[in-house]
């Protein structure tokens, strides 16, 4: 036990820190006898000759934390880490907002000073948080993005994808002369379609302040601008949905799926729309399987007239 202490004076009398600083990298060799066998001691981070048992370097630094974790939820409630970025902020969440509750760290009101003094810092956080005029437009359309996706339902990634879609359409200046509502809308449109979720046009146009017309007239120039690659819908992509909203059994889903496919192959959904044809084909199968449902019912779930259910039908 006396030779690992006697080495380790004799390095912190012979080397110092340059010397040390220049035998970092490859090539390293201990100084007393020329060897390559150097081990690094995990627990201390030390650099230990193998050969004569030189502590060559004792001062590495730990770029780990501070404290250690023996399971996932004891290592989530030690991590201080803040949020992820994410792209359906127009700052990427990096910077910092001020809360509106006028308390203290330990919950006690503030003084009448005090809360103007954190409202003059609220009001000018928000100034500097938008730069110019495109980080203005960029953070209304994405506030837009984002109430729109909650109320159609979506999952988080089409929010990311349909941010990336918009970022992408700011920078090639393609929001030129269009409203920020509409290119937002329908940037989250072909954000549903390339993430596979089933919206059509007019529940997307519901939750929107622009008419129908012009999310499709944005959307296809959008599309055609950014070589957007989409797929035609899979009217199946419905049918879970349409469904659920009926109150069909699991055997009525099974059938309509078999009359579309069969109807695809046939040629037969080419140029119809996804929706009419996911909606005539829950209401064939409700008719073959015993759970008949009008064409009123099935109408009103799939948003369409009962005209196109009996056309399709």
């Known amino acids: 036990m006396a030779r690992p202490n006697r080495q380790r004076e004799r390095t912190r009398k012979s080397t110092s820190n340059e010397e040390t600083t220049e035998k970092e990298g490859e090539g390293q060799q201990c100084p007393e006898c020329s060897s390559e066998n150097l081990v690094t001691n995990g627990d201390s981070n030390e650099v230990v000759c193998e050969e004569c048992g030189l502590i060559i370097e004792e001062q590495n630094i730990d770029r780990g934390p501070e404290w250690r974790a023996f399971n996932h939820s004891e290592r989530e ?152 690659e989409m797929k035609p819908v899979d009217p199946k992509e419905y049918v879970p949905r349409f469904s659920s909203d009926l109150g069909v059994g699991e055997e009525v889903k099974m059938k309509a799926n078999e009359i579309i496919d069969e109807s695809a192959e046939q040629g037969l959904l080419s140029g119809k729309s996804p929706t009419g044809f996911a909606a005539a084909a829950i209401y064939a199968a409700s008719l073959l399987c015993n759970e008949k449902k009008t064409q009123r019912e099935v109408a009103e779930v799939a948003q369409v007239t009962e005209v196109t259910i009996r056309n399709r039908y």
């Open 77 to 228: 409630s030690k991590s201080r880490v803040g949020a992820p970025t994410t792209q359906t902020m127009h700052d990427k969440g990096l910077t910092t907002q001020i809360d509106w509750k006028d308390k203290d760290a330990y919950g006690r009101s503030l003084s009448s000073e005090k809360r103007s003094q954190m409202n003059r810092l609220r009001k000018w956080q928000e100034r500097i948080r938008t730069k110019d005029a495109g980080e203005r437009n960029l953070q209304f359309a994405l506030s837009e993005i984002d109430r729109m996706a909650s109320a159609l339902g979506v999952p988080r990634s089409v929010r990311e994808v349909s941010s990336v879609i918009y970022r992408r359409a700011l920078k090639e200046d393609l929001i030129r002369g269009r409203s920020i509502e509409g290119v937002a809308t329908s940037c989250l449109y072909a954000g549903c379609r390339q993430e596979g979720i089933p919206r059509s046009l007019d529940e997307v146009a519901e939750v929107s302040r622009v008419e129908k017309k012009e999310i499709g007239r944005t959307y296809r120039y959008i599309a055609q601008e950014l070589g957007l």
